[in-house]
């Protein structure tokens, strides 16, 4: 499929589908927990942000990594300054500052891997933000000066994530609220001398 046959194809569908190489991949909807991640992560960058030149968009707003071609539809995109589209129908962001994902155990290693491979191509991307839905768990990876990556990660329900190119805080406490999270069957196993 060309790029302007999946555009139509994307224009006129009930589905949403990611693009790449000529191949295009239907998105299914998340899970109760994977909702409220992406509600509540939502509601703190749009409180945090609107008086500010920024903007967030859920996860209908198409991206394009333009150097790649890749098409995709993050949980969350935080562009600032000027948005800037692939075309006139304003429907494909081609400049997020911040794209933030919400894994599920199916798609987290795509997440980590071919995903996030297309999103560095993106020159203006500063952040990209990880979020697990079965642990509290946020990694977060922000571009360095050198055009490096580094990785931080915050488990702790008291711990905040610091968004420093958009001058925001995501606390763990607001991204997980009211969101069950299923006590690890690892960490319930009896100690031997009992």
């Known amino acids: 499929m060309t790029i302007p046959e999946y555009l139509e194809l994307e224009r ?108 560095r191509t993106m020159l203006l991307l500063r952040e990209y933000i990880l979020i697990a839905q079965d642990d509290y768990r946020v990694e977060h990876y922000a571009r360095q000066s050198d055009n490096t990556w580094v990785l931080s990660e915050v488990v702790d329900l008291h711990d905040r994530v610091e968004l420093t190119s958009i001058q925001c805080v995501l606390a763990l406490a607001d991204i997980y609220e009211k969101v069950e999270i299923a006590a690890d069957d690892d960490n319930n196993i009896p100690d031997q001398n009992d």
């Open 12 to 119: 006129t569908s009930d589905m949403k589908h990611e693009y790449f190489a000529g191949t295009i991949y239907a998105i299914v909807g998340g899970s109760v927990q994977h909702n409220l991640i992406t509600g509540n992560t939502y509601a703190s960058l749009h409180a945090q942000l609107r008086k500010r030149n920024c903007n967030v968009f859920p996860s209908d707003m198409r991206v394009k990594a333009v150097q790649t071609g890749l098409y995709t539809y993050p949980d969350i995109t935080v562009v600032c300054g000027q948005r800037q589209f692939e075309d006139e129908r304003e429907d494909t962001l081609v400049n997020p500052i911040v794209i933030i994902e919400v894994l599920s155990p199916s798609t987290e290693s795509y997440g980590r891997g071919k995903t996030f491979q297309n999103y």
